[in-house]
């Protein structure tokens, strides 16, 4: 796996972006705190943390034109990945120091975000649909979300 850093002066204004964009306004997001946007969903990150589940994600965002992915973690650092090496979970790719994180690309027009509790928020009208459309038994594990119940 390859992961070129983005320098603290750009990474600060893609944090904002995106904050603003998605409505991050703590620094942890839906579930755990309230958000305006309608067009989430968040799982039970047991639901999602499979390789069949990772390789599902994979493909949905290539086929929408994803090649990069914009990785922002809680330590502060951000990078740049290639979309095959996104692992959108807690832990950082099974490094068990590792935190929270969000995963988004340069449009910003979709989002992922793994959080500390044991959840896994996407975000964006079109893969929420996408994820509704392709994983059949998806109601039946969003203890936490309060948007698709």
Same mark, same amino acid.
């Given at each position: 796996?390859?992961? %070129? !850093?983005?320098?603290? #002066? %750009?990474?600060?204004?893609? &944090?904002?972006?995106? #904050? &603003?964009? /998605?409505?991050? &306004? *703590? ?7 309230? =958000? $305006?946007? @309608? ?5 039970? $990150? +047991?639901?999602? #943390? ?15 034109? %994803?090649? *990069? %992915?914009? +990785?922002?973690? @809680?330590?502060? #650092?951000?990078?740049? !990945? *290639?979309? $095959? ?5 807690? =832990? ?13 690309? *340069? ?17 964006? @009208? /079109? ?5 509704? $459309? ?8 969003? +203890? ?6």
């Amino acid at each position: 796996m390859q992961k %070129v !850093i983005i320098p603290e #002066e %750009v990474s600060i204004n893609l &944090r904002k972006d995106m #904050e &603003r964009i /998605w409505d991050i &306004r *703590q620094p942890y997001w839906y579930p755990l705190f309230d =958000c $305006s946007r @309608e067009d989430l969903i968040a799982f039970n $990150s +047991e639901y999602i #943390e499979s390789k069949e589940k990772l390789n599902d994600i994979i493909t949905l965002l290539k086929r929408h034109g %994803v090649e *990069q %992915v914009i +990785e922002f973690l @809680e330590t502060g #650092e951000t990078y740049n !990945i *290639q979309l $095959s090496d996104l692992y959108p979970y807690y =832990c950082y790719n099974g490094d068990f120091t590792g935190g929270e994180g969000f995963w988004t690309s *340069q449009n910003m027009n979709w989002i992922i975000y793994a959080s500390h509790e044991g959840t896994i928020t996407f975000g964006g @009208e /079109w893969i929420v649909n996408k994820i509704k $459309s392709l994983w059949s038994d998806w109601k039946s594990n969003l +203890e936490w979300d309060t948007k698709n119940q």
